[in-house]
């Protein structure tokens, strides 16, 4: 019956003057562009912004009347920013690798053996993410004081070197890995750290990928942490330069823009090239 | 399962050939804790023992200097919070940026996610790609972006407001605008995310049920009302319970880089508020004992939303 319905209407032919079908095409495509714009205008302002020369900057034409890289020369000299995105990319990557190593572990435990609290294990690393990181920032800045992590890289990948969402996504992935892919490689004597690296690993890829883009981005975006480690400037990661850069230049808005859209760029190149992928991976991981 | 791979055949090739059987058994029962080190070793060294020592620390009186004595105080910490007014006004504050937020991570992704659900064709991937980018894009750049677009002489939504004729607004120095500012700029990099997640929702909706139900001639709204909305009830509960627990820790980076709290603490949430005690006024044994009225109360208000999810949400078997 179902089929039926849907056959007839997709084979009735549109009739050319059919407003109301028409109206209602227009308005979803409507709402859809207005929401586009919202999403992508102010990041599209930044970047025109940042291309205006000093003359042009409070213009509110669409498109520089006469772009020039005035702005980013600005912040080049102004800013080690080579230097911090280099930073910032060695950090992320860094975090993203050891909570995909740390998660692949944890996971292959947790579905591999069934022990004794392995149910408070669980819910020990789920629970974390309830802890907000204001709570414990004095004892955690204590430490990092006392291990000498001020102003270093380490200290921004340590404490975030494993993630209770990385445990859980993988430990999802790797609960609908077939069983008898693991016990047949058991019969055959393979000892489990084999059976992970070999076995296990190369059939997670995807989930691992996902994983670990979300991982590098959600890094690179990390702000308050660092905040609290960094000292100085060419020690910091882009997002601490960006706040320092706006706390002494505040109304140079072309150079902000244009240092703005410095920051941004890794993330929106990936973001261009694995667009279904990041999209999916954050979807999957909910909203934290 | 599991058990017949510990105890079969194949565990003895757990690397311990020849020890004896009690050593074997703790040697393997000890093989998933190796596993699990490095995750509870950093949990516990970053997450849980800072809790405690937090805990500790909001009864005691302490400026944070290494070489300064922590003086024991009692509940004095918590009696001061109960008397200062700023504690009551943080959290009324985020108070305001939950049920602020609630309209653009939930209502709104929601609407647009039911009203769009028959869009097709190549446009449909633009449209994810373009909504989907704010989330991506980092809080403190999108911090400055929007301090650029509502700058109150040359921000373009006040351009705009001029040519409507409208008068300039002060978006974040104006008291009564710099909470809904704040809101809105939190809320921008949710929207397309949520819409996105409701429209996953609501395409995997089983669409026998409404074609059925549109045979028993419900209209529109009925099919939304009493099909739609209740098989997205559990992406509804988890949405808004995200929002609840983590808004106003989402909207912490802006307060910090845009405000500071002000104008007269009109933006100060209770984790804004935990910064400011901690590191402004360093004050180490009041931003703890805030910090631990503010972990209880979101993991109690935690607890009983999973309690309101299991209860409420509507599963289609």
Redesign the interface.
């Known amino acids: 019956?179902?089929i039926d319905?849907?056959a007839a209407r997709a084979a009735a032919p549109a009739r050319p003057f059919d407003v109301r079908r028409l109206s209602r095409k227009a308005?979803?495509?409507g709402?859809?562009?207005l929401?586009?714009l919202?999403?992508?205008l102010?990041?599209y302002?930044?970047v025109a912004?940042s291309l205006r020369p000093a003359n042009d900057?409070?213009s509110?034409s669409l498109w520089p009347s006469a772009p020039s890289p005035e702005n980013y020369r600005l912040v080049l000299e102004s800013l080690p920013m080579f230097r911090m995105l280099a930073n910032t990319v060695v950090m992320a990557a860094a975090t993203a690798a050891l909570q995909v190593?740390?998660?692949l572990?944890?996971a292959?435990?947790?579905t591999?053996?069934?022990?004794r609290f392995?149910g408070t294990?669980h819910a020990?690393?789920a629970l974390?993410w309830?802890?907000?990181?204001?709570?414990?920032?004095?004892?955690?800045y204590?430490?990092a004081?006392r291990l000498g992590l001020l102003d270093t890289l380490t200290g921004l990948v340590?404490?975030n070197?494993?993630a209770?969402f990385a445990?859980l996504i993988l430990y999802n992935a790797m609960k609908s890995f077939p069983?008898e892919v693991?016990?047949a490689a058991?019969?055959d004597?393979?000892?489990?750290w084999r059976i992970l690296w070999e076995i296990v690993t190369p059939n997670l890829r995807a989930a691992i990928a996902s994983l670990a883009v979300l991982a590098f981005?959600s890094a690179?975006?990390e702000?308050?942490w660092p905040?609290?480690l960094s000292r100085k400037i060419e020690n910091s990661v882009v997002?601490i330069g960006?706040?320092m850069f706006?706390a002494q230049e505040g109304n140079l808005?072309g150079a902000?823009?244009a240092a703005?859209t410095l920051?941004?760029l890794p993330?929106?190149v990936i973001?261009l090239i694995l667009?279904r992928q990041?999209?999916e991976s954050?979807?999957k991981s909910?909203?934290? | 399962m599991t058990t017949i791979a510990i105890t079969g055949p194949g565990s003895a090739a757990d690397g311990l050939p020849v020890a004896p059987r009690a050593l074997a058994f703790t040697a393997r029962a000890a093989v998933p804790w190796l596993y699990l080190a490095p995750v509870l070793l950093i949990l516990a060294v970053w997450v849980y023992l800072p809790l405690i020592e937090a805990f500790q620390l909001s009864f005691y009186k302490w400026n944070m200097l290494p070489t300064a004595p922590k003086t024991f105080v009692g509940l004095e910490n918590y009696q001061r919070l109960m008397t200062l007014p700023d504690m009551r006004r943080a959290l009324w504050n985020t108070l305001f940026y939950i049920l602020g937020l609630l309209p653009l991570s939930v209502v709104l992704p929601l609407a647009v996610a039911i009203l769009t659900q028959d869009l097709a064709g190549p446009l449909r991937n633009v449209y994810r790609t373009l909504i989907f980018l704010p989330m991506i894009v980092a809080p403190v750049v999108a911090a400055i972006l929007w301090r650029w677009l509502l700058n109150e002489d040359h921000g373009l939504v006040n351009h705009a407001l001029s040519g409507l004729g409208f008068d300039k607004i002060g978006f974040l120095i104006d008291r009564d605008y710099a909470l809904g500012t704040l809101v809105w700029i939190t809320g921008w990099k949710l929207i397309g995310f949520s819409t996105l997640l409701f429209s996953a929702a609501n395409a995997g909706i089983n669409r026998s049920y409404v074609e059925a139900a549109r045979m028993d001639g419900a209209s529109a709204w009925q099919i939304i009302r009493d099909i739609r909305l209740p098989l997205l009830s559990p992406t509804i509960l988890l949405i808004t319970m995200m929002t609840i627990l983590f808004g106003a820790q989402w909207s912490f980076v802006y307060i910090n880089v845009l405000t500071n709290g002000g104008p007269l603490k009109s933006t100060t949430n209770v984790f804004f508020l935990l910064w400011e005690y901690g590191f402004e006024t360093l004050a180490a044994g009041l931003s703890s004992a805030a910090g631990m009225i503010v972990f209880t109360g979101f993991a109690l208000i935690a607890f009983i939303c999973l309690k309101l999810m299991r209860r409420y949400s509507f599963h289609d078997n």
């Open positions: 019956m179902t319905i849907e308005a979803l495509h709402t859809m562009i929401l586009s919202v999403a992508v102010p990041i302002w930044m912004t900057i409070f509110s190593l740390t998660g572990l944890a292959y435990a947790l591999r053996w069934r022990f392995s294990v020990l690393i974390s309830l802890v907000p990181f204001q709570v414990t920032m004095i004892p955690n204590v430490l004081t340590v404490p070197a494993a209770a445990v069983r693991i016990e058991r019969m004597g393979a000892k489990h981005i690179w975006n702000y308050f905040l609290l997002q960006l706040q706006m808005w902000l823009m703005a920051a941004s993330i929106l973001y667009q990041v999209i954050f979807m909910g909203l934290k």
